[in-house]
T-cell receptor, first 117, second 116 residues
């Protein structure tokens, strides 16, 4: 158990709908990362937050948005869902953004399986 | 931007040694990670290199050459349970105010099959 909690574990929804995926980082971790992994694909970086602020942005679609709350949990909102959005969405956390000085480990949650039908 | 290359698939025999290579290009470097991922499961941390050289952890070792943009993961005494995908990830250097920096980008992964 990495200590990163993601809910829901599985979700099936229809095209055009909106869903929210939730992530609770490990206790004390300030950084949260979101990744998308489609079938047989690599991990695609979506977005990173640090202590409530957006830190880095990847190829996140405009239909997707995320935020990190004062209690450090994070939510990924996916709207106007399409079949191609079906994927495993991972959240990861670390104490602080990695740096040459800190050399952190980044731990992943178990992921949220999203199926769009 | 960041670009990471690693072989798609490798096969090795139980008890043997295998080396998985990773080459990367990045505008700023803040460390390289290796993760193991079994299908449908979360990636699990194996190693982190930020300085040149070899880091050893039991059966697994990871090497980094920053000047060459090159790393490898060495797995010794292979076991059947080592069959998995191995992901190389590079953390870019963060520039305050620029959301296009500081990303942790993963390669496509190398699927390792260990045969008896």
């Amino acid at each position: 158990d990495s200590g990163v909690t993601q809910t829901p574990k599985h979700l099936i929804t229809a095209t055009g709908q909106r869903v929210t995926l939730r992530c609770s980082p490990r206790s004390g971790d300030l950084s949260v990362y979101w990744y998308q992994q489609s079938l047989d694909q690599g991990l695609q970086f979506l977005i990173q937050y640090y202590n409530g602020e957006e830190r880095a942005k990847g190829n996140i679609l405009e239909r997707f948005s995320a935020q990190q709350f004062p209690d450090l949990h994070s939510e990924l909102n996916l709207s106007s869902l399409e079949l191609g959005d079906s994927a495993l969405y991972f959240c990861a956390s670390s104490p602080r953004p990695t740096s040459i000085l800190s050399g952190n480990t980044i731990y992943f949650g178990e992921g949220s399986w999203l199926t769009v039908v | 931007g960041q670009n990471i290359d690693q072989p798609t698939e490798m096969t090795a025999t139980e008890g043997a040694i295998v080396q998985i290579n990773c080459t990367y290009q990045t505008s700023g470097f803040n460390g390289l990670f290796w993760y193991q991922q079994h299908a449908g499961e979360a990636p699990t941390f194996l190693s982190y290199n930020v300085l040149d050289g070899l880091e050893e952890k039991g059966r697994f070792s990871s090497f980094l050459s920053r000047s060459k943009g090159y790393s490898y993961l060495l797995l010794k005494e292979l076991q059947m349970k080592d069959s998995a995908s191995y992901l190389c990830a590079v953390h870019g250097y963060y520039v305050r105010g620029s959301s296009n920096t500081g990303k942790l980008i993963f390669g496509q992964g190398t699927t390792l099959q260990v045969k008896p």
